[in-house]
């Protein structure tokens, strides 16, 4: 009886164990005791990698790890691969070693997600040469709109201490095909450049390079003057140039395959070339060509506005569709989903499709700053997916994603947190894949392969960022957050001193009349950026779809709707609709209890009382601020604000 009792206080404290490292292990959870057969003739870090996963975790035939030259693999290009089954055992190839560490993760996923692998004949290239995170981490180790701890990367630490998990970090980006990271924010301290910092980059750049993951920094224009002391930053000046070619120079001294710089410049506060009244396009050439003899790049961003000219939507269009053509072949300007911010909803940025001339490349954010933060369940996925309806994706070059991660034990603050920062990387490596796919793929390896998880709570990611919308801001509503935050609502601001485009008459402009910014030709014409069939199609109140109508139309409280109601009750439904959303996604975690362990349940179950809370929160605040404007009553299916 003793016996017994004492075994079970072992297998509880056992289990115990086992859950404190849920979290922390992501999407790469497979046993590791297989002891596989796996042929591979050469040596290298990045080889040795690839072979150690596999015999640690593969349990089928035997694989053997190749480097070809023929037509088909070099088709492939550097990052491309071919996994084939044949009479001995399976064969990976490609014409390099990151080929084959990716045909490996791949090989892998398949048999995480119990997928068949026993007649393979797979050719893989990723959609894009660069798939890049950006870390917005200060050199202080906070993160800004970081909601998952502090930074990974312990700069007093750093050379001398390295934690695992800078290994860590750089597997799971090798696992989904994420080839770069940008280690620091882009509103970013000069220091990052200062020797000691670059030497501390260097000591991360050796442990991420044999999972092929390349580093990159952003930079602060002013760098010259502030750690250089120089008397200006002005890019035509020679002496600022030549400042940046020795920095350059000892970049790659430390770290030969550094891939370039991020830069925000002349946005928020930030320096840059209009400073001196230079542009955008010869800021970044004098960068470029700093970089150029070593290959590396500049990303130049293209997030600009000024809070009080007429539409912030229109004013990255208006400064950079001029410079098209005017930048160097190695800058690819960086451009944001849609025009405004990372609203739960945008259009696409009228930019793309608009500079033919010059490489573009689009800026997600998978860090939740207008998603409910690390507390909202929020699949990020179909938010993308729904930009490449409009982009094609051979239309840009290189795709970037604002990192979610921290040190929390679970990386990301929230476990489905996690599903975006693996989303993010399939995506990048084939747009083409559908958001239910790369759920179901991570649900597997993250949690159980078995369909009675799978299949309801796949539903729930899959409606998440829609509950998110209808919850804060339906029907085109944007930006009524609460200032500075970025988490509640607050559609009346009238903090004194607030900027201008955070008051009620900006975005929203509730009246008497309506609701909604008028961006028709009536309007500021910010339709007009698109391309003409877009234009007549979002300028027309008629035409333009629900789901944008208040980011064109400033609507008419009894604007009837498509499916025949008024404006002011299609609101009120959209606000309940989020909140029933978020209750059911309550329901389902509770029936796939079974199936998850105790400390992630909980963790999550937790969250989701807050979202939910937050959605009644959001609806009740934004009913009631927008009633007194539209005076009309609730619908009778709608629970009454309070
Ligand atoms: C948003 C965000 C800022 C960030 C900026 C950017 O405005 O709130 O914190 O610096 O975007 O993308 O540069």
Redesign the pocket.
Known sequence: MIRMLLLSICLLLAGERLSAENGSRLWLRQDTTANAKVECSLLSPTLDIACSELKRTWKGTPVSLELFNDATHTALGPEGYTIRSGKNGITLGSISEKGLLYATYHLLRLQATQQDTQSLHIEERPAYPIRILNH?DNLDGTI??GYAGHSLWKWDELPATLSPRYEAYARANASIGINATVLN???ASPEMLDTPYLKKVKALADIFRPYNLKVYLSVNFASPMIIGKLATADPLDPQVANWWKQKVHEIYSLIPDFGGFLV?AN??G?PGPCDYHRTHAEGANMLAEALKPYGGIVMW?A?VYSPSDNDRAKQAYLEFHPLDGKFLDNVIVQV?NGPI??QPREPYSPLFGAMKHTPLMV?F?VTQ?YLGHSNHLAYLAPMWKEFFQYVKPESIRAIAG?SNIGDESNWCGHDFAQANWYAFGRLAWNPELSSESIADEWLAQTFTANPQFIHPVEDMMMQSREAVVDYMMPLGLHHIFAWGH?YGPEPWCTIPGARPDWLPSYYHQADRKGLGFDRSHTGSNAVAQYPDSLARMFDSIDTCPEEFLLWFHHAPWTHTMNNGTTLWEELCRHYQHGVDKTRNFCQTWEEVKPYVDTERWNAVNERLQIQTNDAVWWKDACLLYFQQFSKMSFPKDIERPV
Do not use: A, I, Y
């Open positions: 917005w800004e709109r924010n882009v509103n925000k946005s928020e930030q961003r997030f944001k911010d990372f800026e954010q700053e604002v970025h």
